[in-house]
């Protein structure tokens, strides 16, 4: 660090993200799968969006989003006056940290938790709490042991990355409810369309002052190079985060595709089912060569080996055969590679190298 030019207290607890490669030198088959994106990339609707994007480059973007924020309203049964839209979801995880959690304040999620929230909560000042979880899954009585006078914010992934588990909406309800009064819930939902019967906590957001969902285009939308998320909240946290939201935090180009790519039936029914067809099929053949996995309710398994060591040797198995997953010691599950669902061919492939991989294991 600098001798004398010092970053605010906390900047330097934050490890540099590693972001994922999709390249491995010398190969032309390489498959990315360790980033949960949509194999099938964005629909045509948003590629024609694509397309036709560029004619008003010399114009700044509209500043209040009025078009996305109402495709998004129709499209999801919800208030369009109280979504907020950010560059990703991580954007708005990042006004709400900035927002709401500052020096002395406590930013609380489940162990196994999306890294985000820390790197956030130690960008705005405030000081990340880590409760334990319960068989991979977020644990609504740690949650609540946890939380005290300091915490300001609570963040729950429901499905949660990188474990795929979810828990009930019973369960976020009891939370929400026994929260101290100062705590704001975030539900973070980039996974929920994955889940079956699940609106991602909207209902519950309409019913409470104390609960936000955040919600992307980056996973089923097929569109994480894109760059577009969005919060749905109590009015009152939709007008404090958009005062330090930047007026054109947006392009148009973002805009107009992710509003495109929402009215893509046959896109959006084509990834769901691919995706809930792959993922339990990949599911089934990886319980039976003996590497276990949890129920998953998103578009990633998480694949769980004897220990670290084996985690590593399995994954460098894939690696030398093109195919990139992500070991998920970070998050502090070394045992455990998370494995993007991809189409069928490259399901095929993970499912043969790791079915290899386990036998020379014998
Ligand atoms: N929340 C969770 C749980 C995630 O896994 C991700 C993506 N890795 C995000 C939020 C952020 O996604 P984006 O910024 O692309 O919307």
Redesign the pocket.
């Known amino acids: 660090m600098h001798a004398h030019i010092r970053p605010q207290p906390g900047i330097m607890d934050i490890a540099l993200y590693q972001g994922g490669t999709s390249k491995i030198a010398g190969r032309d088959d390489v498959v990315k799968l360790s ?2 994106e949509n194999p099938f990339g964005p629909g045509d609707l948003a590629r024609l969006a694509y397309a036709r994007a560029g004619h008003d480059l010399h114009r700044y973007p509209p500043t209040d989003h009025a078009g996305l924020r109402a495709a998004l309203g129709a499209h999801f049964g919800i208030d369009a006056s109280r979504i907020i839209c950010g560059a ?4 708005i ?1 990042s006004f709400l940290c900035q927002a709401y959690a500052g020096p002395g304040d406590e930013v609380l999620y489940s162990q196994h938790g ?1 890294l ?1 929230y820390r790197i956030s909560a130690l960008a705005a000042g405030a000081t990340p709490v880590v409760a334990p979880e319960r068989d991979r899954t977020a644990d609504v009585d740690a949650l609540l042991a946890a939380a005290n006078k300091r915490t300001k914010l609570v963040f729950i ?1 429901n499905p ?2 990188p474990t795929g588990t979810m828990i009930p909406l019973e369960e976020i309800t009891r939370l929400a409810e026994g929260l101290p009064k100062q705590a704001l819930l975030v539900l ?1 939902g ?2 929920a369309e994955y889940a079956e019967n699940y609106d991602g906590g909207a209902a519950l957001v309409d019913q409470r002052d104390n609960v936000v969902m ?1 919600r ?1 285009f ?1 996973k089923l939308f097929g569109l ?1 190079g894109l ?1 577009v ?1 969005w919060g749905y909240g109590p009015q009152h946290v939709i007008d404090v985060l958009n005062r330090l939201r930047g007026p054109f935090n947006l392009s148009n180009m973002q805009l107009d595709i992710a509003e495109a790519a929402l009215g893509d039936t046959a896109h959006i029914a084509r990834s769901l089912s691919e995706n809930a067809r792959l993922r339990d099929w990949l599911a089934e053949k990886l319980n039976a060569i003996g590497v276990v996995t949890d129920r998953s309710f998103a578009n990633f398994v998480l694949a769980r080996f004897r220990d670290a060591a084996q985690a590593e040797a399995c994954n460098a198995a894939l690696l030398s055969e093109g195919l990139i997953v992500r070991q998920v010691g970070s998050y502090g599950l070394p045992e455990g590679l998370r494995i993007t669902i991809g189409d069928e061919s490259a399901c095929r492939r993970v499912a043969h190298v790791i079915g290899a991989f386990m036998e020379s294991q014998q």
Do not use: P, Q
């Open positions: 980033s949960n990703g979801s991580d954007e995880i999306f985000m992934a949660n990355n973070d980039a996974y955040t992307t980056s994480g760059r998320g």
